[in-house]
């Protein structure tokens, strides 16, 4: 999961949306298309936001893995479907998997959250010298 929006910069409740035949692991690429919020799926957070991004060929190989061992698989099952098919409560994920992990890394302090990884995919669009353009349309 984490390794999925750090990959692509997406936004918790865009990630919690995933389902599996929004992957495209021919053409490595992910659309874009849904969010999450306290449970209800809805549109993304604006017009801008939905669309297909590139699959880095690690992510796509970390994410066929994952879909192994995965109960749920069906194009319309989600990516990270939890013990009854529907997305994993992300206040959970966060406080009993993320944040502990973090502290032991000594990284992100109390401010850790899911929109850290969006930060950071952001800043290393900008280390990489990616265009101004580029990002956003990535982000």
């Avoid at 919020?37 to 690690?58: M, Q």
């Avoid at 061992?69 to 998997?97: C, E, H, M, N, Q």
């Avoid at 973090?102 to 290393?124: C, D, E, L, P, Q």
Wanted: hydrophobic content about 40%; glycine content about 8%; some cysteine.
């Amino acid at each position: 999961m984490a390794i999925s929006i750090a990959y692509l910069g997406l936004r918790v409740c865009e990630r919690l949306a995933l389902r599996w035949g929004d992957v495209d692991f021919g053409s490595l690429t992910v659309r874009i298309q849904r969010s999450i919020v306290a449970g209800d799926v809805n549109a993304t957070k604006n017009e801008a936001s939905e669309g297909t991004l590139p699959l880095d060929p690690d992510l796509a190989e970390a994410l066929l893995q994952h879909k192994a061992r995965a109960a749920y698989k069906s194009d319309s099952d989600y990516v990270f479907a939890g013990r009854t098919g529907k997305p994993s409560w992300k206040d959970w994920i966060l406080a009993d998997r993320l944040k502990p992990v973090a502290k032991r890394a000594k990284i992100g302090g109390v401010g850790f959250g899911w929109h850290t990884f969006r930060h950071s995919y952001r800043n290393w669009l900008k280390r990489f010298n990616t265009p101004l353009k580029t990002q956003r349309q990535l982000m």
